[in-house]
């Protein structure tokens, strides 16, 4: 067993660690499950996933060094490779793929919610300009949001906030998944002009009180290390660090 394709053994391994599986348990849907390739070793939890509907491929490891080491050489890993691992993993794959850049993040999971009521509205389809406009605030500085697609509006869960009549603020999801009860809380971004009014918790607050509405068992975000400010946000919403990993691009 090198290439797994049975969603029972597959959920199986990944509900091991569902916060940090939270993404790939998500491409169980149908609608990504055909756009996945799994790999795993018999015998222990292992699992590795390739993600390839979008130009950038995404890899995603869960499991021990040993077990990632034996499974690299059937991983067909290309360049510009989106990695989501572990620290231990980065050496093995830069043995497989040089490694362009990496940045350590914190994976966050809600544990015990502290929601408040605020002004925050969903966001449509119709939205996905005004949306588009508020992130483009953020390009000059490299503050907007990295994983952002206007189809995320459809099945997706994003709240915002006006102020004068234009978008300030705005929280939303990378992935919700009804099937495996995952989500993953994103695209959170406060116009510069808007900031330290309280806007990111209360977006968020929001999309997190949506989802819990919604039966979503398992919701989690992830947040640069450095960003210290960011954590204390989250941790008032609820959410608690539970592990470090790192993102990073395959050269």
């Known amino acids: 067993m090198v290439h797994l394709n049975e969603k029972a053994e597959i959920r199986r391994r990944l509900h091991t660690d569902s916060a940090w599986s939270a993404y790939a348990l998500s491409d169980l849907d149908e609608n990504r499950f055909r756009h996945s390739r799994w790999f795993g070793l018999p015998g222990d939890c292992s699992i590795a996933l390739l993600y390839c509907e979008f130009p950038t491929p995404v890899f995603f490891y869960h499991g021990s060094a040993g077990a990632l080491e034996k499974l690299l050489p059937y991983v067909p890993l290309t360049a510009s490779t989106h990695l989501q691992i572990e620290p231990a993993a980065l050496p093995l794959v830069a043995a497989q793929r040089p490694i362009a850049w990496s940045k350590p993040m914190i994976r966050m999971r809600l544990d015990a919610p502290a929601l408040a009521a605020g002004e925050a509205f969903p966001l449509r389809a119709a939205d996905a300009a005004d949306l588009d406009a508020l992130y483009a605030d953020g390009e000059e500085s490299g503050e907007a949001p990295d ?5 995320m ?20 999801t990378h992935i919700v998944s009804y099937e495996e009860s995952t989500a993953a809380i994103g695209n959170v971004y406060t116009h510069r002009a808007h900031r330290c009014r309280g806007y990111a918790s209360m977006t968020t607050a929001a999309v997190t009180g949506a989802l819990l509405d919604a039966g979503i068992r398992t919701i989690i975000l992830n947040v640069a290390e450095h960003n210290a400010a960011a954590r204390r946000v989250y941790e008032k919403l609820g959410f608690v660090a539970h592990c470090r990993f790192l993102e990073a691009l395959t050269a």
């Open 147 to 151: 994983f952002y697609f206007p189809s």
């Open 153 to 172: 509006l459809e099945g997706g869960c994003f709240f915002g906030l006006r102020r004068g009549g234009v978008l300030a603020a705005a929280a939303g």
